[in-house]
Protein backbone atom coordinates (compact mmCIF):
# COMPACT_ATOMS: atom_id res chain seq x y z
CA UNK A 1 0.00 0.00 0.00
CA UNK A 2 1.25 3.33 -1.09
CA UNK A 3 0.59 4.40 2.63
CA UNK A 4 1.64 8.25 2.31
CA UNK A 5 -0.66 8.32 -0.78
CA UNK A 6 -3.51 6.73 0.60
CA UNK A 7 -3.37 9.09 4.02
CA UNK A 8 -3.66 12.42 1.59
CA UNK A 9 -6.77 10.34 -0.14
CA UNK A 10 -8.94 9.74 2.97
CA UNK A 11 -7.90 13.22 3.65
CA UNK A 12 -8.77 15.26 0.91
CA UNK A 13 -12.04 12.80 0.07
CA UNK A 14 -13.59 13.82 3.92
CA UNK A 15 -13.11 17.36 3.34
CA UNK A 16 -14.20 17.14 0.01
CA UNK A 17 -17.21 15.49 1.35
CA UNK A 18 -18.24 17.94 3.90
CA UNK A 19 -17.01 21.26 1.92
CA UNK A 20 -20.04 19.84 -0.92
CA UNK A 21 -22.09 19.04 1.57
CA UNK A 22 -21.79 22.34 3.30
CA UNK A 23 -20.42 20.76 6.51
CA UNK A 24 -18.13 22.62 8.50
CA UNK A 25 -16.90 19.99 10.89
CA UNK A 26 -16.80 16.12 12.13
CA UNK A 27 -17.58 14.36 15.36
CA UNK A 28 -16.13 11.13 16.37
CA UNK A 29 -16.40 9.44 19.22
CA UNK A 30 -12.72 8.14 20.54
CA UNK A 31 -12.56 4.49 22.63
CA UNK A 32 -8.76 4.21 22.87
CA UNK A 33 -8.42 1.71 19.83
CA UNK A 34 -6.44 2.12 16.57
CA UNK A 35 -9.42 2.59 14.42
CA UNK A 36 -10.75 5.75 16.29
CA UNK A 37 -7.32 7.23 16.90
CA UNK A 38 -6.50 6.75 12.69
CA UNK A 39 -9.82 8.20 11.76
CA UNK A 40 -9.81 11.41 14.52
CA UNK A 41 -6.26 12.02 13.14
CA UNK A 42 -7.36 11.82 9.88
CA UNK A 43 -10.51 14.05 10.29
CA UNK A 44 -8.23 16.68 12.12
CA UNK A 45 -6.24 16.83 9.03
CA UNK A 46 -8.50 18.33 6.65
CA UNK A 47 -8.62 21.25 8.93
CA UNK A 48 -12.16 21.09 9.53
CA UNK A 49 -13.35 21.33 13.08
CA UNK A 50 -13.03 17.66 15.20
CA UNK A 51 -15.09 17.19 18.28
CA UNK A 52 -14.25 14.24 19.91
CA UNK A 53 -15.99 12.58 21.80
CA UNK A 54 -15.62 10.34 25.39
CA UNK A 55 -18.52 8.28 26.27
CA UNK A 56 -17.15 5.77 29.07
CA UNK A 57 -19.89 3.51 30.00
CA UNK A 58 -18.49 1.21 32.89
CA UNK A 59 -15.02 1.21 31.37
CA UNK A 60 -11.93 -0.25 31.74
CA UNK A 61 -9.38 2.21 32.86
CA UNK A 62 -6.79 1.47 30.02
CA UNK A 63 -9.05 2.12 27.95
CA UNK A 64 -10.21 6.11 29.14
CA UNK A 65 -6.67 7.07 29.61
CA UNK A 66 -5.77 5.23 25.70
CA UNK A 67 -8.77 7.77 24.36
CA UNK A 68 -8.05 10.80 26.58
CA UNK A 69 -4.30 10.72 25.72
CA UNK A 70 -4.68 10.33 21.98
CA UNK A 71 -7.11 13.32 22.40
CA UNK A 72 -4.58 15.35 24.48
CA UNK A 73 -2.27 14.40 21.47
CA UNK A 74 -4.46 15.92 18.64
CA UNK A 75 -5.04 18.76 20.26
CA UNK A 76 -1.19 19.40 20.73
CA UNK A 77 -1.24 19.03 17.04
CA UNK A 78 -4.19 20.38 15.35
CA UNK A 79 -5.57 23.70 16.31
CA UNK A 80 -9.08 22.54 15.25
CA UNK A 81 -9.93 19.65 17.51
CA UNK A 82 -12.17 20.17 20.61
CA UNK A 83 -13.14 17.60 22.98
CA UNK A 84 -16.22 16.67 24.81
CA UNK A 85 -16.08 13.92 27.61
CA UNK A 86 -19.96 12.54 28.20
CA UNK A 87 -20.38 10.13 31.14
CA UNK A 88 -23.03 7.53 29.98
CA UNK A 89 -22.55 5.18 32.71
CA UNK A 90 -25.34 6.84 35.22
CA UNK A 91 -27.65 6.68 31.91
CA UNK A 92 -27.13 2.90 30.63
CA UNK A 93 -27.56 2.55 34.75
CA UNK A 94 -30.85 3.84 34.59
CA UNK A 95 -32.07 2.27 31.55
CA UNK A 96 -31.09 -1.56 32.38
CA UNK A 97 -32.63 -0.26 35.69
CA UNK A 98 -36.06 0.69 33.84
CA UNK A 99 -35.82 -2.37 31.19
CA UNK A 100 -38.23 -5.76 33.30
CA UNK A 101 -35.85 -8.19 35.20
CA UNK A 102 -34.58 -11.34 33.67
CA UNK A 103 -34.03 -14.89 35.28
CA UNK A 104 -30.94 -15.38 33.65
CA UNK A 105 -28.64 -12.02 33.37
CA UNK A 106 -26.02 -14.02 31.13
CA UNK A 107 -29.19 -14.00 28.63
CA UNK A 108 -29.07 -10.27 27.96
CA UNK A 109 -25.10 -9.26 28.18
CA UNK A 110 -25.16 -9.12 24.42
CA UNK A 111 -28.57 -7.06 24.39
CA UNK A 112 -26.63 -4.67 27.04
CA UNK A 113 -23.47 -5.20 24.98
CA UNK A 114 -25.24 -3.35 21.84
CA UNK A 115 -27.28 -1.06 23.87
CA UNK A 116 -24.00 0.64 24.83
CA UNK A 117 -23.06 1.26 21.37
CA UNK A 118 -26.76 2.54 20.68
CA UNK A 119 -26.58 5.20 23.38
CA UNK A 120 -23.05 6.58 22.14
CA UNK A 121 -24.32 6.64 18.71
CA UNK A 122 -27.22 9.10 19.62
CA UNK A 123 -25.06 10.63 21.64
CA UNK A 124 -22.48 11.70 18.60
CA UNK A 125 -25.60 12.66 16.81
CA UNK A 126 -26.97 15.00 19.17
CA UNK A 127 -23.58 16.85 18.88
CA UNK A 128 -23.67 16.68 15.31
CA UNK A 129 -27.26 18.01 15.24
CA UNK A 130 -25.99 20.58 17.59
CA UNK A 131 -22.80 21.86 15.41
CA UNK A 132 -24.10 21.18 12.60
CA UNK A 133 -20.99 18.28 12.01
CA UNK A 134 -21.04 14.58 10.54
CA UNK A 135 -20.96 11.42 12.37
CA UNK A 136 -17.54 9.74 11.39
CA UNK A 137 -17.48 5.72 11.39
CA UNK A 138 -14.26 4.14 12.34
CA UNK A 139 -14.96 0.43 10.93
CA UNK A 140 -12.70 -1.16 9.16
CA UNK A 141 -12.74 -3.66 6.08
CA UNK A 142 -13.00 -6.84 7.71
CA UNK A 143 -15.53 -5.57 10.38
CA UNK A 144 -17.82 -3.91 8.63
CA UNK A 145 -17.94 -6.04 4.90
CA UNK A 146 -16.25 -9.38 6.63
CA UNK A 147 -17.40 -10.60 9.70
CA UNK A 148 -19.89 -7.77 10.48
CA UNK A 149 -18.37 -7.43 13.88
CA UNK A 150 -20.27 -3.97 14.92
CA UNK A 151 -23.85 -3.23 16.16
CA UNK A 152 -26.40 -2.53 14.00
CA UNK A 153 -27.68 1.45 14.79
CA UNK A 154 -24.59 1.39 17.09
CA UNK A 155 -21.12 2.11 15.97
CA UNK A 156 -22.78 0.82 12.21
CA UNK A 157 -24.63 4.68 12.67
CA UNK A 158 -22.56 7.05 10.44
CA UNK A 159 -22.76 9.73 7.81
CA UNK A 160 -19.26 8.73 6.15
CA UNK A 161 -16.81 5.88 6.55
CA UNK A 162 -13.38 7.15 5.94
CA UNK A 163 -11.53 3.90 6.49
CA UNK A 164 -13.94 1.02 5.68
CA UNK A 165 -12.04 0.43 2.38
CA UNK A 166 -8.86 -0.46 4.49
CA UNK A 167 -8.06 -3.73 5.83
CA UNK A 168 -7.02 -4.08 9.85
CA UNK A 169 -3.13 -4.82 8.92
CA UNK A 170 -3.71 -1.37 6.45
CA UNK A 171 -5.27 0.85 9.06
CA UNK A 172 -2.05 -0.17 11.43
CA UNK A 173 0.31 0.95 8.81
CA UNK A 174 -1.63 5.02 8.55
CA UNK A 175 -1.65 4.21 12.11
CA UNK A 176 2.38 4.46 12.36
CA UNK A 177 2.63 6.41 9.62
CA UNK A 178 0.46 9.24 11.21
CA UNK A 179 2.36 9.04 14.43
CA UNK A 180 -0.68 7.48 16.71
CA UNK A 181 0.65 6.64 20.11
CA UNK A 182 2.43 3.23 20.54
CA UNK A 183 0.59 2.33 23.09
CA UNK A 184 -2.60 2.64 21.17
CA UNK A 185 -1.04 0.69 18.45
CA UNK A 186 0.43 -2.28 20.61
CA UNK A 187 -3.31 -2.79 22.66
CA UNK A 188 -5.23 -5.61 21.63
CA UNK A 189 -8.10 -4.66 19.77
CA UNK A 190 -11.59 -4.84 21.71
CA UNK A 191 -14.86 -3.00 21.38
CA UNK A 192 -14.86 -2.19 24.49
CA UNK A 193 -18.74 -3.22 25.14
CA UNK A 194 -18.42 -5.64 28.27
CA UNK A 195 -16.75 -3.82 30.50
CA UNK A 196 -13.99 -6.22 30.72
CA UNK A 197 -10.64 -6.92 28.92
CA UNK A 198 -11.97 -9.39 26.16
CA UNK A 199 -10.82 -8.61 23.01
CA UNK A 200 -12.15 -8.94 19.41
CA UNK A 201 -10.03 -12.43 19.11
CA UNK A 202 -11.42 -13.38 22.15
CA UNK A 203 -14.88 -13.33 20.82
CA UNK A 204 -14.36 -14.04 17.02
CA UNK A 205 -12.16 -16.93 17.56
CA UNK A 206 -10.09 -15.45 15.20
CA UNK A 207 -7.35 -12.37 14.40
CA UNK A 208 -7.45 -10.33 12.14
CA UNK A 209 -4.90 -11.02 9.79
CA UNK A 210 -6.23 -14.32 9.64
CA UNK A 211 -9.79 -12.94 8.83
CA UNK A 212 -8.14 -10.92 5.92
CA UNK A 213 -6.89 -14.05 4.56
CA UNK A 214 -10.01 -15.90 5.22
CA UNK A 215 -11.96 -12.51 3.13
CA UNK A 216 -9.24 -12.88 0.47
CA UNK A 217 -10.14 -16.78 0.01
CA UNK A 218 -13.83 -16.30 -0.16
CA UNK A 219 -13.36 -13.53 -2.63
CA UNK A 220 -10.97 -16.27 -4.59
CA UNK A 221 -14.40 -18.63 -4.40
CA UNK A 222 -12.83 -20.96 -2.24
CA UNK A 223 -14.54 -23.34 -0.16
CA UNK A 224 -14.01 -25.02 3.36
CA UNK A 225 -13.10 -27.95 1.77
CA UNK A 226 -10.18 -26.72 0.31
CA UNK A 227 -8.43 -26.09 3.58
CA UNK A 228 -7.34 -28.22 6.47
CA UNK A 229 -5.92 -28.07 10.24
CA UNK A 230 -6.25 -23.94 11.32
CA UNK A 231 -7.19 -22.50 8.34
CA UNK A 232 -10.06 -24.72 7.79
CA UNK A 233 -10.96 -23.40 10.86
CA UNK A 234 -10.68 -19.67 10.56
CA UNK A 235 -12.36 -20.16 7.09
CA UNK A 236 -14.91 -21.90 8.88
CA UNK A 237 -15.41 -19.06 11.59
CA UNK A 238 -15.45 -16.18 8.67
CA UNK A 239 -17.70 -17.71 7.16
CA UNK A 240 -20.13 -18.47 10.18
CA UNK A 241 -19.76 -14.48 10.59
CA UNK A 242 -20.37 -13.03 7.40
CA UNK A 243 -23.70 -15.22 6.69
CA UNK A 244 -25.38 -14.25 9.91
CA UNK A 245 -24.00 -10.63 9.75
CA UNK A 246 -25.41 -10.46 6.07
CA UNK A 247 -28.19 -8.71 7.57
CA UNK A 248 -26.41 -5.70 8.45
CA UNK A 249 -23.92 -5.22 5.28
CA UNK A 250 -26.99 -5.67 3.15
CA UNK A 251 -29.73 -2.07 2.43
CA UNK A 252 -32.93 -2.92 4.73
CA UNK A 253 -35.20 -5.16 2.99
CA UNK A 254 -38.34 -3.33 1.80
CA UNK A 255 -41.53 -5.62 0.48
CA UNK A 256 -42.66 -4.26 -2.56
CA UNK A 257 -46.35 -4.13 -3.25
CA UNK A 258 -46.95 -4.98 -7.04
CA UNK A 259 -48.52 -2.18 -9.19
CA UNK A 260 -51.86 -4.57 -9.61
CA UNK A 261 -52.64 -4.51 -5.55
CA UNK A 262 -52.52 -0.35 -5.80
Not at 57 to 84: G, K, Y
Not at 153 to 159: I, L, M, P, T
Not at 185 to 197: E, M, N, R, S, V
Not at 220 to 225: F, I, M, P, V
Request: glycine share 8%; with cysteine.
Amino acid sequence: MQTEKVTDHIVNWLKSYAQNAGIKGFVIGVSGGIDSAVTSTLCAKTGLDLLCLEMPIHQAENQVSRASDHIDWLQANFSNVNRQPVNLTPVFDSLVASLPPVDNEEERFMSLANTRARLRMTTLYYFAALKGYLVAGTGNKVEDFGVGFYTKYGDGGVDLSPIADLLKTEVYEIAKHLGVNEEIIKAAPTDGLWGDDRTDEDQIGASYPELEWAMAMQEQGKSENDFSGREREVFRIFIDFNTANKHKMLPIPVCEIPDELK
